[in-house]
């Protein structure tokens, strides 16, 4: 059953939709912690504590944050894994190309796939920076991700990767979200407009929320 | 002999034998079929799959036999020149299908329908086929609800009907203006369900070009394949052909562009009567040809007649735009010569009227092939919204063809060829004359008489493939079974492949200047201009002196390129024209004898004093079976005399 | 008019294929596209050229024969099928790009002829409702809401063309393969085979090699019936329901 789910393409869509949504819920959440940024170093850094003691007492330290880390990682890997055999399979469907071409879809549409490469080399880097520290550009300091943030985004190349990948995530959540709501059979003529626009605000908010920290280092805001 | 030209031979025909329907039985008509099923012989479940049933054609009728013959066990081999069996040209029905269901209870019956197709066909089909038709097209609606055929439903849930084709009773269901595709779907995606159980062998893209008689019984056919142009014969122990009408002859028609009479045709050669090859009926709502370089017509739902009025200017050539012709100068000439019935008399009458004034020269559009379908006064009275609704498809449909915009300004209407009543003879058990070959659909003569009623044709056709054919084909197996295996060496089958080969080969070597199609359409309008809406002695006459001319020019100067080992549809388009050049002499020769004006069949010289179609009946209440001899030889005439026993015949009267 | 055609031409499914360019003069607004190319063949033909192939049939719009990729939109510019698409849609001048349906499911056959069993197969697989002949009850015994009369309709207006899987760059037939399962699996008559019927068709429609849907919506935008995105959402949930429902 479960082997058949995930040899039709259906299935497959059905994981990605499914851990796209979940994504998505991790980014909103990932969003209004961020958001703690704008009022200081003390809350921030708090909050970033708190990650370590979610759930206790009932859950040792660092047991809900290793579990929402292996439920997002379990959701990147069938996404990508989901999204890589599509597009093989796609291109294998449709191998010549026609002579004469127009682009159609709407931006976010054509770029699903690159934005989706994009965004997995960004995550890697991501963690790589705030979370490990290993390519972290000046001083990594374990506890302290206020002064990590504001290093990271004193960079130019920081900012760069961080607003870039952000925009790729604001384009790929707007069709993404919409998509999976297809996907999972949740759309219709009359839920359609909700849906869009319920897509686009989550685009517009997911991206100018992110953005709107690496432009307060910028800005000295945040500092 | 009846000798009627000095200089055309093929019309010295001779007659020969009358000719019977022994099957059907006697009795009250209500009962025959009863009777004829339970004297028909069974052939045992088991045995069934030792049977193979060769099907060519994967229409309504051709569809649903294929399914039904598969359900019962039998092995079918189907045949479609499509690339799929969902092709097949009943799919461009619109209007709808009768059934005796009575659910308006509104006076409808079995005896109704029956009563008002016979006489629809004026009197020139078969009293026991037409009962059995009605009886049988109560069981089709509901197979086809059964199949989930989306018919048109009121808010109750319960099925839709409305009245068609001038009948005063609404017995016709419908899936809005689709419901040729939503019927042929149905029996499509029963024959995909037999296909997938393995036991339909389905050759798409494959044309049959031969029959194949051994003994004197049909055993096989000869079939191109059309995308390797390789020549294979299949055998069976019975072959049916459901390959549909030959209005094509006409080149202009509203038939699809590769609808053919190649398969009935070379039937018909190898010793099938070909019956009442005249009876073409022609569709008065068609939207009229723009140029000369028109492939096809487009028929419009006859239902356009309920509320739009026929006009023309009253003067001749007048050009002006129809805004500018004021009301006094129109001639609303149906309201004006058929006051009862006006813009709804029956579709032959309003077809010849619209010839009549166009040959007056009062003909609108590009070269004066037309009349003016007005609504502006349904409008006027319904409102904008209200016609809409209910034609809105179909002026959407004018306009994209046309790029005028009915709602502003009158539709241009012309009739155009639309269904041929003619095919071959068969029997009540639909068997033609060579035992073991079978015609059902429109590739029969059997019900329609000279004219067919509206919303009858996807009647016939599931009638004949779902019930008839099914019950029918039982009968001829049991009492034939056959002992010996035919295969490809057999004598009558290499003689069938090399006559096949040398044709094609003929085709392909002549290499002189002109186009398949421009033989089609020479022939087309010749047999349009002759043997069209009116027919006359004189003309026909012409026509049948220069059909053998045009067959020499074309074997003289035919052009055909590539090979005939590849997909070539140049190829295949110049073998149908062979056969329509063939066809077309038999048509005028039967319109030539048969001296009387009857449905579809319009001879000049036989009209009452004020204008209409007078029926013959003492001479003529016969169906005309044409045996062949030769090409370009004249045929024998057997006569299958019509008796009437339930329905009297009448003369029609509209006035 | 006066119009230079780029046709793509290929001798058989084997031959390699090429775009080759004609003049074609004398063209009237009043043409359909196919009458066009009618015109053209006549012309190579007349030259002892092979005239270009391609499927047409009832040049009616409703039996989805014909299929071409014209200036890169499966059957043109308008909301139609090709044979209904009328010159007047294309300037004196113009250059038209006229290509086959590209889909790996879908071979080219000759020259824009393709090869689309693999509908038909998918419809074998379960596009139908199990109802042998004779054996069905008095039509009106099962009443169906109008509703759900007039959504699988809707659904089975579809003619099976193909436009679908030629205008996805992903080859898919979602939408074809939607049509059908919607048309029967919202009526009375298709429930008993409901569930086997989409999970059946999708398996057939993914072993013919058609591609995922990633809901670009241009099947949506070329079909020539109008049937709708939300045609494939409707089969998404009627799939995620089976599954649950059949145990395989």
């Known amino acids: 059953m479960a082997l058949n789910f995930w040899q039709s393409t259906l299935g497959k869509k059905i994981v990605m939709g499914a851990t796209g949504l979940i994504m998505i819920g991790y980014l909103c959440a990932h969003l209004l912690g961020n958001m703690k940024i704008f009022f200081g170093p003390g809350e921030f850094n708090a909050y970033g504590h708190w990650l370590r003691v979610m759930g206790a007492p009932v859950l040792h330290h660092e047991w809900g944050l290793w579990i929402a880390r292996i439920v997002l990682l379990a959701a990147v890997v069938l996404h990508a894994v989901s999204a890589y055999q599509l597009s093989r399979r796609d291109i294998k469907a449709r191998p010549q190309k026609y002579v004469h071409t127009k682009p159609r879809m709407s931006y976010a549409t054509r770029t699903m796939r690159w934005g989706g490469v994009i965004l997995g080399l960004f995550i890697v880097w991501h963690v790589l920076d705030l979370t490990t520290g290993t390519t972290h550009s000046g001083g990594f300091q374990e506890g302290h991700p206020y002064q990590n943030v504001v290093d990271t985004f004193s960079t130019w190349y920081g900012n760069v990767i961080y607003i870039v990948a952000m925009l790729a995530m604001g384009m790929h959540v707007r069709h993404g979200f919409w998509s999976a709501a297809q996907t999972l059979g949740a759309g219709n003529h009359t839920r359609d407009r909700a849906l869009k626009a319920i897509a686009n605000a989550l685009a517009i908010v997911l991206t100018a929320g992110f953005i709107s920290i690496p432009v307060g280092v910028m800005t000295g805001v945040v500092s | ?655 | 008019m006066k119009l230079t055609l780029r046709v793509w031409r290929q001798k058989n499914p084997d031959a390699p294929g090429a775009m080759a360019t004609y003049e074609l003069d004398g063209v009237s607004q009043d043409m359909s596209f196919l009458e066009m190319l009618d015109v053209l063949n006549e012309e190579l033909i007349v030259k002892g050229d092979e005239p270009v192939a391609f499927d047409h049939d009832c040049r009616e719009g409703i039996c989805g024969a014909c299929s071409l990729v014209i200036n890169g939109d499966a059957h043109g510019p308008e909301r139609t099928t090709t044979c209904q698409l009328h010159m007047r849609s294309f300037q004196d001048g113009d250059t038209i790009d006229i290509e086959p349906w590209r889909a790996s499911a879908f071979p080219v056959i000759k020259d824009l002829v393709v090869d689309r069993s693999a509908f038909d197969r998918v419809i074998q697989a379960g596009g139908y409702i199990t109802a042998p002949t004779g054996a069905a009850p008095e039509a009106h015994a099962t009443p169906v809401p109008k509703a759900d009369a007039d959504f699988a309709f809707e659904h089975a207006e579809c003619i099976g063309c193909g436009a679908c899987v030629a205008a996805c760059p992903n080859g898919a037939a979602m939408l074809f393969t939607s049509a059908k399962v919607n048309h029967l699996n919202v009526l009375p008559q298709g429930s008993p085979e409901r569930e086997t019927r989409v999970l059946d068709m999708v398996a057939q429609m993914d072993a013919e090699g058609f591609g995922g849907c990633t809901l670009t919506g241009e099947c949506a935008t070329a079909c020539p019936k109008g049937i709708p995105l939300f045609s494939i959402t409707a089969m998404n949930k009627e799939w995620l329901r089976a599954t649950r429902k059949v145990k395989r």
């Open chain 2, 1 to 655: 002999m009846t000798s009627y030209s000095e200089y055309s031979e093929y019309t010295e025909y001779t007659v020969g034998e009358p000719i019977q329907d022994e099957q059907a039985p006697s009795g009250p008509v209500n009962e025959r079929w009863d009777t004829r099923r339970f004297e028909a012989k069974l052939v045992n479940p088991a045995n069934r799959r030792k049977h193979t049933i060769i099907v060519v054609g994967t229409g309504l009728a051709g569809g649903a036999a294929g399914a039904t013959l598969a359900e019962q066990g039998y092995h079918v081999v189907q045949f479609c020149y499509q690339d799929s069996p969902r092709r097949a040209h009943s799919i461009a029905a619109q209007g709808g299908i009768n059934a005796a269901k009575n659910y308006r209870n509104d006076g409808d019956s079995i005896h109704r329908l029956f009563y008002d197709t016979v006489k629809g066909g004026d009197f020139r089909a078969r009293e026991s086929n037409v009962h059995r038709l009605a009886q049988i097209s109560v069981e089709i609606i509901d197979q086809c609800v059964a199949q989930g055929v989306p018919f048109a439903r009121e808010y109750g849930g319960l099925l839709d009907t409305r009245s068609f084709g001038g009948v005063q009773v609404s017995r016709t269901f419908y899936a809005r203006g689709q419901t040729g595709q939503q019927l042929l779907l149905g029996a499509y995606q029963a024959l995909s369900r037999q296909i997938a159980a393995g036991n339909v062998e389905m050759h798409a893209r494959t044309e049959m070009l031969d029959l194949i008689v051994v003994d004197g019984r049909a055993r096989g056919i000869v079939a191109r394949d059309l995308v390797t142009g390789r020549i294979s014969t299949y055998f069976a122990d019975a072959v049916v052909l459901a390959s549909g009408g030959y209005g094509n002859v006409f080149y202009l028609s509203t038939n699809a562009m590769n609808s053919n009479a190649t398969a009935v045709w070379r039937a018909h050669r190898r010793g099938a009567y070909f019956a009442n090859p005249c009876f073409t009926q022609i569709h008065p709502t068609c939207i009229p040809r723009s140029g000369d370089h028109q492939s096809k017509l487009t028929l419009m739902s006859e239902s356009l007649r309920n509320d739009g009025r026929i006009w023309v200017p009253k003067a001749k050539g007048d050009t002006r735009p129809p805004a500018e012709i004021p009301e006094d100068e129109r001639d609303y000439y149906l309201e004006r010569i058929y006051p009862s019935f006006g813009n709804l008399v029956p579709r032959d009458i309003a077809s010849r009227a619209a010839k009549n004034v166009c040959d007056e020269g009062r003909g609108v559009g590009p070269g004066g092939q037309g009349v003016y379908l007005d609504f502006a006064d349904a409008i006027a009275r319904m409102g904008r919204k209200a016609v809409e609704e209910k034609y809105g498809n179909l002026f959407d449909m004018y306009e994209r063809i046309t790029a005028e915009n009915p709602y502003e300004v009158p539709m241009r209407i012309y009739p155009a060829i639309h269904y041929t009543m003619g095919g071959l003879w068969v029997d009540y058990d639909l068997q033609t004359t060579v035992p073991g070959l079978f015609a059902i659909g429109e590739a029969n003569f059997s019900d329609h008489g000279a004219n067919r009623l509206g919303a009858s044709a996807l009647m016939q056709g599931l009638a004949d493939g779902y019930f008839v054919l099914p019950s029918t084909i039982n009968d001829y197996l049991a009492r034939n079974p056959h002992k010996d295996e035919v295969d490809a060496s057999h004598p009558a089958a290499v003689e069938a492949v090399r006559e096949t080969e040398d044709r094609l080969a003929r085709l392909l070597t002549v290499d002189g200047d002109r186009t398949p199609d421009s033989f089609h359409r020479e022939i087309g309008e010749l047999v349009w201009e002759f043997c069209g809406m009116a027919r006359t002695d004189e003309g026909l006459r012409k026509a049948l002196d220069r059909i053998p001319q045009i067959r020499e020019e074309f074997w003289r100067r035919l052009k055909v390129p590539g090979t005939g080992e590849e997909f070539n549809q140049s190829l295949e388009k110049a073998n149908r024209v062979v056969d329509y050049l063939e066809l077309a002499e038999l048509m005028c020769l039967d319109a030539l004898h048969r001296a009387e004006s009857c449905g579809g069949h319009f001879r000049e010289e036989s009209q009452t004093p004020d204008g209409e179609a007078a029926r013959g009946d003492e001479e003529f209440s016969y169906a005309a079976a044409w045996e062949f001899t030769d090409t370009g030889a004249a045929p024998v005439l057997h006569k299958e005399q019509l008796t009437f026993t339930y329905v009297h015949p009448t003369q029609r009267s509209y006035a």
